[in-house]
């Protein structure tokens, strides 16, 4: 089978200097993607400056999709993202996922037809994270003081294959680094856009996922990524989320009723 072309979705919000980094280790992979995709759920004019600074810096498209900001959306952002991508598989980051230079050469040789895959990541300190921000040099590594899960910064891609762990989508789902065939995605309408607010989005999806006969398949020590510390977002809508996310569990969906058919044209639907 060919190699898949990989179209990588950023999600942003108004964090520019965080999202400078990011692209910063795009331009440094061994493998390029088909494309890359700024997820923007309404930040303001400096992320968007950035981000025409970097189209002509990235040697692959470098697509903006913005909406206006209405509180938490990213739901919805996420599937315009992937409406709008054109390579046949989508590795999704957070906007704050500092990339090591095999990552996306791992998520290709990772890929694999029916199933969809859980990434890991290693967590930086407050203090690690300020020097990345302030512009330091700092090579990051398994060994780099203020990496506090260490584990997942091991670059051992020979180990990848035999990484099992959970195996349904129910738990330790993270949505910051995850991949997924493009046409599996509009198979089970991608996010659920009844979920706003902090939470659940991710396993929701994943959940559905599985449910539709997909496996879920763990990689780690092959792409491995750097996450930047930052507060937690407000857990208000967590609840709220929760029931949706359970609703899935307890009724076994496969779709969700407002997702990513809003965007996606008709004749590149899967029946």
Known sequence: MPAPTISLVVATYNWPRALELVLASVRNQQVMPYEVLIADDGSGSETRALVEREVKRLPVPLVHVWHEDTGFRLAA????????ARGDYVVQIDGDIVLHPGFIAAHVQFAQRGSWVQGSRALLTPTLTERLLSGQST????????????VNAFHLPWLAR???GERRGLRRVRGCHMAFWRDDLIQVNGYDEAIEGWGREDSELATRLCNAGLERRNLKFAAVCYHLW?????????????????????ERLTRCERGLDQYVPSTARVA
């Open 77 to 84: 952002i996420r599937n315009k993202a992937i409406a709008a």
């Open 230 to 250: 930052h507060k937690q977002a407000s857990n208000d809508a967590v609840e709220r989320n929760h029931e949706r996310f359970l609703r899935t569990v307890q």
């Open 139 to 150: 090579a990051l590594g398994p060994f780099t003081a203020g990496i506090e899960n260490r």
């Open 162 to 164: 035999f990484v099992r």
